[in-house]
């Protein structure tokens, strides 16, 4: 008896995991065209950006030039692994765009496209630093 409501509970807990996550993804919101291919791509160019910098970044001892300002010059240097920090960073502001949007997506539907077309853009900026900083130091 006291199993049956162990796994009861535990069935009843994954069911409402299980009923969290489809409510999130079977929603209207992932059927707006505009929504949805602005975060195909976002993710696509966010794929690719990994892509690029786990095959052309090596390891080098010395440091590279993370950052170039025309005005003046170089202003960052660091170590080759501080070359992940773009995808990553661009993967963390993708997400709280894709959750924000969502969020505002049945409230107030030109913010939900604001943020998901930032998102976009914001992956573009992030593939044109990053393709800068490949293209300086590898």
């Not at 199993?3 to 079977?26: D, V």
């Not at 998901?116 to 590898?138: D, K, R, T, W």
């Amino acid at each position: 008896m006291l199993a049956e409501k162990l796994t009861k509970k535990s069935m009843n807990w994954k069911n409402k995991i299980k009923e969290r996550w489809r409510r999130f993804f079977w929603h209207g919101y992932w059927t707006d065209p505009v929504i949805f291919f602005s975060l195909v791509i976002g993710a696509l160019i966010n794929v690719g950006m990994w892509a690029a910098v786990f095959f052309i970044v090596e390891p080098v001892s010395q440091p590279i030039i993370l950052h170039y300002n025309v005005y003046f010059g170089v202003d960052a240097i660091g170590d080759w692994k501080n070359v992940f920090f773009f995808p990553a960073l661009a993967v963390a502001v993708f997400g709280v765009n894709v959750v924000l949007s969502r969020f505002f997506f049945y409230k107030e539907k030109l913010a939900a496209y604001l943020f998901a077309g930032m998102a976009l853009v914001i992956q573009l900026v992030m593939v044109v630093g990053l393709g800068s900083v490949i293209l300086i130091n590898f």
